[in-house]
Nanobody, 125 residues
Framework: VQLVESGGGSVQVGGSLTLSCAASGFTFGDYAIGWFRQAPGKEREGVACITNTDGEVYYVDSVKGRFTISSDNARSTVYLQMNDLKPEDSGVYYC???????????????????WGQGTQVTVSS
């Protein structure tokens, strides 16, 4: 199983970024893909999740209306479109994968077995 994130960078407040998570080594359609972030000194936080079995999506309240998660099954890639970025959105963003049928909390880091290496997002004012 391999997950590779890309698309991070530095933006001004109110800016946008799109993160990508390219997956390989497993049956993509059987898995949920989650996006998580971790700021220095803070716990890893679930941001968004998509279940590739049925396309259901979930978001943490702080990003609803600003972030959109989507999945391209043909490319085995999940995207996180982030708009109206705020300084509190800064951190290392990770994608993770888990079989949908074994997932209890789509936004819970402990539920995921497979992780990417992360990509840095910095939002400055």
């Amino acid at each position: 199983v391999q997950l590779v994130e890309s698309g991070g960078g530095s933006v001004q407040v109110g800016g946008s970024l799109t993160l990508s998570c390219a997956a390989s080594g497993f049956t993509f359609g059987d898995y949920a893909i989650g996006w998580f972030r971790q700021a220095p000194g803070k716990e890893r936080e679930g941001v968004a999740c998509i279940t590739n079995t049925d396309g259901e999506v979930y978001y943490v309240d702080s990003v609803k209306g600003r972030f959109t998660i989507s999945s391209d099954n043909a490319r085995s890639t999940v995207y996180l479109q982030m708009n109206d970025l705020k300084p509190e959105d800064s951190g290392v963003y990770y994608c993770a994968a888990e079989l949908v049928f074994s997932l209890i909390d789509g936004l819970g880091p402990a539920d995921y077995d497979y992780w990417g290496q992360g990509t840095q997002v910095t939002v400055s004012s």
